[in-house]
């Protein structure tokens, strides 16, 4: 089946620091990604989507400056947590979804588990 | 705004039980319904999926029935095994115009003992 990548899997920083998550298309090429942010024994809430080559759609709420996203190719899609602070500290998670597919599944990358001290 | 519900939070069953997870959402107007599965720290596996327009789908001891009109899901697990521990989140999928987005119930952590 689909397979998407995400890495790395566990990120620890100082506030301050700007950090970046890939998530890429191992095995199909996908015209849009999805962020989604987990916090502790919750569940998914999504960032942003992105098509590739164009500007991601931030869902309300979300900083853009703040969640820089950028997705040049149709396998590889990056978050860039910028000047993170101990509140950005969450588990990230990127799906994908390849051309044609609206009525099919996203497959979703393993996460990314990020604490900032 | 699409609310997707899940119930119960949390589910701890003795081995060898069948049991019923549940999803309500409140818009009907949705292009499927999936059901993941996820384990602590790792991320999503899709179980099932169900189209609009079915009723419901199976794989192996799973089972996922939709009623859209109610705005109801359930995920049906057959002869539960301690390996089926994990969380259960159902998700909605609607349009919007950079494509299905889908929106996720708060998940059923289930627990299932030897």
């Known amino acids: 089946g689909a397979v998407v990548s995400q890495h790395p899997s566990r990120v620890i920083c100082k506030s301050g620091t700007s950090v970046k998550i890939e998530c890429r298309s191992l095995?199909?090429?996908?015209?849009?990604m999805f962020w989604y942010r987990q916090f502790p024994k919750q569940s998914l809430m999504l960032m942003a989507t992105?098509?590739?080559?164009?500007?991601?759609?931030?869902e309300q709420g979300v900083e853009k400056d703040k969640f820089l996203i950028n997705h040049a190719s149709l396998t590889l899609s990056t978050l860039t947590v910028t000047s993170a602070h101990p509140e950005d500290s969450s588990f990230y998670i990127c799906?994908?979804?390849?051309?044609?597919?609206?009525?099919?599944?996203?497959?979703f990358g393993d996460g990314t588990r990020l604490s900032i001290l | 705004k699409q609310e997707v519900t899940q119930i119960p939070a949390a589910l701890s069953v003795p081995e060898g039980e069948n049991l019923v997870l549940n999803c309500s959402f409140t818009d009907s107007a949705i292009y499927n319904l999936q059901w993941f599965r996820q384990d602590p720290g790792k991320g999503l596996t899709s179980l099932l999926l169900i189209q609009s327009s079915q009723r419901e789908q199976t794989s192996g001891r799973l089972n996922a029935s939709l009623d859209k009109s109610s705005g109801r899901s359930t995920l049906y697990i057959a002869a539960s095994q301690p390996g089926d521990s994990a969380t259960y989140l159902c998700?909605?999928?609607?349009?919007?115009?950079?494509?299905?987005?889908?929106?996720f119930g708060g998940g059923t952590r289930l627990m299932v003992k030897p």
């Open positions: 799906s994908a979804r390849g051309m044609d597919s609206r009525e099919k599944p996203q497959h």
């Open positions: 998700a909605v999928s609607r349009n919007n115009n950079a494509g299905n987005m889908l929106t």
């Open positions: 992105s098509n590739e080559g164009s500007k991601a759609t931030y």
């Open positions: 095995d199909f090429q996908a015209t849009t």
